[in-house]
């Protein structure tokens, strides 16, 4: 089993739609969570954290829930500019170091 | 801030060559990231540097690959032999701190490996 794994989709939504992906993490001890978002042939770059109570940002909201050890991420009416992967990453910490794990991605695809 | 800058962008070689990819952080970030990306794996990440000093390097596949960091303003990630295999998009990231800290990520070097 994936310690951080994602549904690859590709999620193909109508523009204005509300879509929801998941990340189940493996690691209880996961200490960090974060969305990333990656554009064709470019880098990924930092969507937002994740935090403890849930968080938001504009059309976007974030939440974890330990106890089933997954997060999820919310578009609220999508643009065809959040057409992208979607990367869900969790940093551990372990006896030495920590250790930061990206998923696959979700690829997500806005219609006209 | 110029961002984490990589070069070369592209790289093509032949099967057996040296391969050396570059990497300058952003100015003040005492992390370094390696990472690889391909269409089968993903994104992983191969070693990463707290202060030049490399802290995990549990990703790094073989012994074909090695990395360094001499200074807090430069980094090289080296594959020697280079394998067909290798080929992918390899990304340098930096950032600063730690905890909930934000990752930079340079624009990648697409490497193909004939």
């Known amino acids: 089993r994936k310690e951080v794994e994602q549904d690859p989709g590709p999620f193909n939504v109508p523009e204005g739609a509300t879509v929801a992906f998941n990340c189940t993490y493996s690691?209880?001890?996961?200490?960090?969570f974060f969305w990333y978002r990656q554009d064709c042939r470019k880098e990924p770059k930092l969507l937002m954290s994740?935090?403890?109570s849930g968080n938001e940002d504009g059309r976007f909201t974030a939440q974890l829930n330990r106890a089933s050890q997954y997060i999820s991420l919310l578009i609220r009416d999508s643009k065809l500019s959040d057409s992208a992967t979607y990367l869900c990453?969790?940093?551990?910490?372990?006896?030495?170091?920590?250790?930061?794990?990206f998923g696959s991605g979700t690829r997500l695809s806005i219609r006209p | 801030d110029a961002g984490v800058i990589q070069s070369p962008r592209h790289e093509v070689t032949e099967m057996g060559q040296e391969v050396t990819l570059r990497c300058k952080p952003i100015?003040?970030?005492?992390?370094l990231f390696w990472y690889r990306q391909t269409m089968m794996r993903g994104l992983e990440l191969l070693i990463y540097?707290?202060?030049?000093?490399?802290?995990?390097d549990s990703g790094m596949p073989e012994d074909r690959f090695s990395a360094k960091m001499p200074n807090a303003s430069f980094s090289t990630l080296k594959i020697q032999p280079s394998e067909p295999r290798d080929s992918a998009v390899y990304f340098c990231?930096?950032?600063f701190g730690t905890g909930r800290e934000t990752q930079y990520f340079g624009p990648g070097t697409r490497l193909l490996v004939l």
């Open positions: 990231a930096s950032s």
């Open positions: 690691n209880s001890a996961s200490q960090s």
């Open positions: 994740v935090y403890s």
């Open positions: 990453v969790v940093k551990a910490r372990y006896s030495s170091a920590s250790k930061i794990i």
């Open positions: 100015s003040g970030h005492d992390y």
């Open positions: 540097f707290n202060n030049n000093v490399p802290i995990d």
